[in-house]
């Protein structure tokens, strides 16, 4: 996700679709013109008709990329230094991080909901009351739900992924300490460009990580709905 894109990231999410029947999320650059036609095949694990194939992300996750890219391109990047000039400055709003925890929560809290479903742990939303933070949902609710502590999971997904989620993991950690710095200390009103950049091109690899992480962890409880394939995939 950068700025002058051809397609907005909004529009990217709709190209993520989860099979109703077998809960495999697929991409499908296709529905916008790019590649062959593959929306129209049956699932390819559960052999599902296309009508099966629904949208995986929610509107809400839409409007949250749509604030990030916005904060992002309304760069301060000029400052006034008397009536008749303005000197060049390098700053981002405060507001690219803000945005980009929320959509980290949304994304994380959807996949535990999932997750829970999917293994019939009962009482997700008290749980996830009770586990407010983001640090108590990633190291105590993810391996409650998932079976299996967060960073062994990404070790399973990481051979076969296009991004390295644990830089991933280590930018995301330096971005809650400046999100932490801002709504906790009242100050760091401004990013710089490195964490400005950091932040918004998280964006697609946050999204393979949940893609990733759904397909390995939810899916496989939906092909046969036995409790076996869950265990399988650990
Ligand atoms: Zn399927």
Redesign the pocket.
């Known amino acids: 996700m950068v700025a002058n894109t051809d397609m907005n990231a909004g529009m990217k999410l709709s190209l993520w679709l989860r ?1 109703q ?4 999320i697929t991409y499908h650059p296709e529905r916008f013109g790019n590649g062959p036609d593959n929306i129209q095949q049956n ?6 008709d296309p009508t ?1 194939k629904v949208m995986y992300f929610e509107h809400s996750l839409s409007v949250t990329l749509q604030f990030i890219q916005r904060a992002y391109e309304s760069k301060q990047n000029l400052v006034s230094i008397d009536t008749f000039s303005a000197q060049a400055t390098d700053k981002y709003p405060v507001s690219i991080v803000i945005f980009f925890a929320i959509l980290q929560d949304l994304l994380l809290d959807r996949l535990l909901r999932d997750l829970a479903e999917a293994r019939g742990i009962p009482k997700v939303n008290q749980l996830l009351a009770e586990h407010p933070l983001y640090a108590q949902k990633k190291k105590s609710l993810f391996p409650r739900c998932a079976g299996i502590d967060w960073d062994i999971a990404l070790s399973k997904i990481q051979p076969n992924a296009k991004y390295d989620f644990f830089r991933l993991d280590q930018t995301l950690q330096q971005l809650t300490s400046l999100r932490q710095r801002f709504i906790y200390l009242g100050f760091g009103w401004h990013l710089s460009h490195k964490e400005a950049t950091d932040c918004i091109n998280s964006v697609e690899p946050l999204i393979n990580l949940h893609v990733l992480l759904h397909n390995r962890y939810v899916h496989p409880c939906y092909l046969k709905t036995t409790r076996r394939n869950c265990q399988q995939n650990k």
């Open positions: 099979c029947h077998c809960h495999l699932c390819s694990v559960c052999d599902a099966q």
